[in-house]
């Protein structure tokens, strides 16, 4: 069973910095893109960040210059570090996972995390 689990959310001032970490787990092969999804009250959930296996990366318009994703496939982590932080930004974060081969050849289209609060207010 892959399952992902994240950690880093918080209060946070406007202004201020957090990083959100996401560990997979689960006798994991390869995962081929991992990135960061973001849902704010009343709002449909949308993609903040991702980056493939190889190392690219795409970002949503709102955080690009703030946010960045960067993974470790050898840990099958991935983090985002998100500076200067603004009310806007207040969400639960979700960590998604797709394309994950484990090492017994089982194969799992997408994996989702259970969600981290970041909340940016004074």
């Known amino acids: 069973q892959v399952q992902l689990v994240e950690s880093g959310g918080g209060l946070v001032q406007p202004g201020g910095s957090l990083r959100l970490s996401c560990v997979a787990s689960?006798?994991?092969?390869?995962?081929?893109?991992m990135g960061w999804y973001r849902q704010a009250p009343g709002k449909e959930r949308e993609l903040v960040a991702n980056?493939?296996?190889?190392?690219?990366?795409n970002y949503v318009d709102s955080v690009k210059g703030r946010f960045t994703i960067s993974r470790d496939n050898y840990k099958n982590t991935v983090y985002l570090r998100m500076n200067s932080l603004k009310p806007e930004d207040t969400a639960v974060y979700y960590c998604?996972?797709?394309?994950?081969?484990?090492?017994?050849?089982?194969?799992?289209?997408?994996?989702w995390g259970q969600g981290t609060l970041v909340a940016v207010s004074s």
């Open positions: 689960g006798s994991i092969f390869s995962i081929n893109t």
């Open positions: 998604n996972a797709d394309r994950i081969i484990t090492t017994s050849w089982r194969r799992y289209l997408e994996v």
């Open positions: 980056i493939t296996s190889g190392g690219s990366t």
